[in-house]
């Protein structure tokens, strides 16, 4: 099982980024997907979701910035970045959970760095 994250950088406040995470041997259409991050200093959170039916979950601290997206043919994750804020700087990392099976695969983290 991989999960292989790509498209973090630098770039300026009020800017946009997609991120993007690939996945190989799951059945990535079963899984529930999602994008979490880790500020220096700070624990991990939830980022945002998506259910293997579609049902998403968004932090307060991005909705409305942030966008996440799966496409099951492909087997990739998204999450789409606008109007990006310094203190969205951190590592993200892509994961792919059942959690009625406790079953759970990660990402590495790609790091984001946002400008003021």
């Known amino acids: 099982v991989q999960l292989q994250a790509s498209g973090g950088g630098l770039v300026q406040a009020g800017g946009s980024l997609r991120l993007s995470c690939a996945a190989s041997?799951?059945?990535?259409?079963?899984?529930?997907v999602g994008w979490y991050r880790q500020a220096p200093g700070k624990q991990r959170e939830l980022v945002a979701d998506?259910?293997?039916?579609?049902?998403?979950n968004v932090a307060d601290s991005v909705k409305g910035r942030f966008t996440i997206s799966r496409d099951n043919v492909k087997n990739t994750m998204y999450l789409q970045m606008n109007s990006l804020k310094p203190e969205d700087t951190a590592d993200y990392y892509c994961s792919a959970r059942i959690s009625t099976w406790g079953v759970s695969y990660w990402g590495q983290g790609t790091l984001v760095t946002v400008s003021s």
């Open positions: 041997g799951i059945m990535f259409s079963a899984f529930t």
């Open positions: 998506m259910s293997s039916s579609g049902n998403t």
